[in-house]
C-alpha cells in the first residue's frame, strides 16, 4: 500500500465512522502528516512511496480514536490560531477559528490606545489561545499584566505550558480560578469565550460523539449562566473606559446585550465572524466617548 493508498483508506474510514467527521480527507491528511512525522509539502512528496509498516499500529489507532469522536487537535497535540500554534491536549477546548473575531476585536479597540501599562484578563482561557495570542500582537505587551484563568487542571496545565512556549519575557499569571474570583480588580480589558451553549444543546453534542469536556460548553438552561455572572463580576472589576468582550452565539446577542445594560455598561458593540454571525459582544464601562 502507498502512503497516498493510505490516505484515501483513512478518509474512507472516517467517513464511515460512528460519529460524522466534517472533513474526513483533511482530518486524515493531518493524522497521516503526524504519523509520518512529516508537514503537508513532505506528504504530498512521498505520496507514491509504500506506507511504512512500523507504522500501521499508529495509524489504525488514531484513526479510530478519530472515528469515534475525538478531536484531531487531542491526537496531534497541538492547533494553530491566529496563525500561532497551540498547544492542545485532551480534556481541553480546541481553538476555533470563529474565537479568532474575539481577538480581533480586542486588538482593534486597543489600538488606538497611547496607554503602556495594562491589565489584561483572558476568563476561561482553556489552551489560553485568546490571552496570548492577544498578547503577541498588541503593542506595549512588555509592560502587560495578563491574567489567564481557569477551573479545569487539564486546562491550566495546557495554558501554563503555552505561557512557557510562547510569552516568554512577558508577565503572565495563568490561575486556578472561578471567573474573576482570584483576579485582583483594576483591570482595563477581560476577554472571555466561556461555555455558552445551552445544557440541552451541549447534550446533544455529547450524544452525537462530542468529546470536549462539557465544562467548557455547558452555559447552563438557557446558555448564559456564566455570561450574566461574568458581565456582573467585570463591572466591579474594570476600571472606567474599560472593556469586557464576549464570544457567543448569534441569538444570544441581543440579550447578553440586554444584560450589559442592567449590569451598568453604558456602551455596547458587536463584532461579526468570518461568516457573518454576530459573534463578540463588547461593554464598555464608562461614558459613550471614554474609550479605553
Ligand atoms: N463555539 C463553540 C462551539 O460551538 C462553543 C464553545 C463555547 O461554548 N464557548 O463549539
Excluded at 447552563?220 to 476600571?239: H, I, K, P, Q, T
Aim: with cysteine; hydrophobic share 45%; proline share 4%.
Amino acid at each position: 500500500m502507498t502512503i497516498r493508498e493510505a490516505w484515501a483508506a483513512g478518509a474512507q474510514a472516517l467517513r464511515q465512522g460512528e460519529v460524522a467527521t466534517e472533513s474526513p480527507e483533511l482530518d486524515a491528511r493531518v493524522l497521516l502528516c503526524w504519523v509520518l512525522k512529516t508537514d503537508l509539502t513532505g506528504l504530498l512528496r512521498r505520496y507514491s512511496e509504500p506506507f511504512p509498516d512500523q507504522e500501521s499500529v499508529t495509524w489504525a489507532r488514531v484513526l479510530a480514536e478519530r472515528a469515534g469522536g475525538v478531536p484531531v487537535a487531542w491526537l496531534v497535540g497541538h492547533q494553530e490560531f491566529m496563525g500561532i500554534e497551540f498547544l492542545v491536549a485532551r480534556g481541553v477546548l480546541v481553538p476555533r477559528a470563529d474565537t479568532e473575531t474575539l481577538v480581533e476585536a480586542a486588538l482593534e479597540l486597543l489600538s488606538p490606545l497611547s496607554q503602556e501599562k495594562l491589565r489584561v484578563a483572558d476568563v476561561c482561557t482553556g489552551t489560553g489561545c485568546v490571552g496570548l495570542s492577544l498578547a503577541a500582537s498588541a503593542r506595549w505587551r512588555q509592560s502587560w499584566e495578563l491574567w489567564l484563568t481557569d477551573l479545569s487542571p487539564e486546562a491550566l496545565a495546557v495554558a501554563r505550558a503555552n505561557t512557557v512556549s510562547l510569552a516568554s519575557g512577558l508577565q503572565v499569571k495563568v490561575v486556578d480560578s472561578d471567573l474573576l474570583a482570584e483576579v485582583p480588580g483594576e483591570l482595563d480589558l477581560i476577554v472571555s469565550n466561556p461555555p455558552y451553549l445551552t445544557t440541552e444543546e451541549t447534550r446533544h453534542r455529547k450524544a452525537s460523539g462530542w468529546q470536549e469536556p462539557e465544562l467548557a460548553l455547558d452555559g447552563g438552561e438557557d446558555g448564559l449562566e456564566l455570561v450574566r455572572r461574568l458581565l456582573e463580576e467585570s463591572f466591579g472589576a474594570l476600571v472606567e473606559g474599560g472593556w469586557v468582550l464576549l464570544e457567543a452565539a448569534d441569538a444570544q446577542m441581543e440579550k447578553i446585550g440586554a444584560l450589559a445594560r442592567l449590569v451598568g455598561f453604558s456602551e455596547t458593540r458587536l463584532w461579526r465572524d468570518l461568516s457573518g454571525r454576530q459573534r463578540v459582544l463588547g461593554a464598555c464601562r464608562g461614558g459613550f466617548l471614554s474609550g479605553l
